[in-house]
């Protein structure tokens, strides 16, 4: 009798941590799409989902003062996704705002594609980018940061300078 409590007690633990670890990824899942623009699945499961319509709003604003508080909320809301921001990197005029983009990209979990397109972007990126650029590879990967720095023969003094 007591093993049979047991392990329906055990079944009903399992059951509520399965429940719980699969409820909040794709809960990640929805929230992160849903600021992205990829889809508004989330409005249909999670009525509190003002904040990140706030955000969304935030993101799609013709004031880039607004825009760019859109772009840091992502980073406090744990939403980095590289390729919404690399698309976003290439849409966007401002500097500051693209130096900006590249500072978040450095906290993407999609480190590999991250360095690829940095990587890629930097001989036609300006002074101050191309520093951005050199920070957020160093952050994401040392070892390629230096092979990087020796392949492009860049100059000490200026690597000092991150």
């Known amino acids: ?8 007690l055990l079944l009903a633990i399992f059951l509520l941590l399965l429940g719980y670890v699969s409820g909040s990824a794709i809960g990640n899942i929805f929230i992160t799409q849903f600021i992205t623009g990829k889809s508004n699945k989330i409005l249909l499961l999670y009525r509190p989902a003002y904040e990140y319509k706030y955000i969304l ?53 999609n480190k590999k594609d991250v360095i690829e397109y940095i990587s890629n972007i930097y001989p036609y990126s300006p002074g101050k980018i191309k520093k951005e650029i050199l920070r957020t590879m160093k952050r994401l990967n040392l070892q390629y940061f230096n092979n990087f720095v020796k392949s492009k023969k860049i100059d000490k003094k200026y690597i000092n300078d991150l």
């Open 1 to 8: 009798m007591k093993t049979k409590k047991t392990k329906t």
């Open 57 to 109: 709003n935030l993101l799609n604003n013709s004031n880039e003062y607004k825009r760019l508080a859109g772009y840091y909320s992502l980073l406090e809301n744990r939403r980095i996704d590289s390729d919404f921001l690399i698309e976003r990197y290439k849409r966007e005029e401002k500097r500051y705002i693209k130096r900006s983009i590249i500072w978040l990209l450095g906290y993407s979990k």
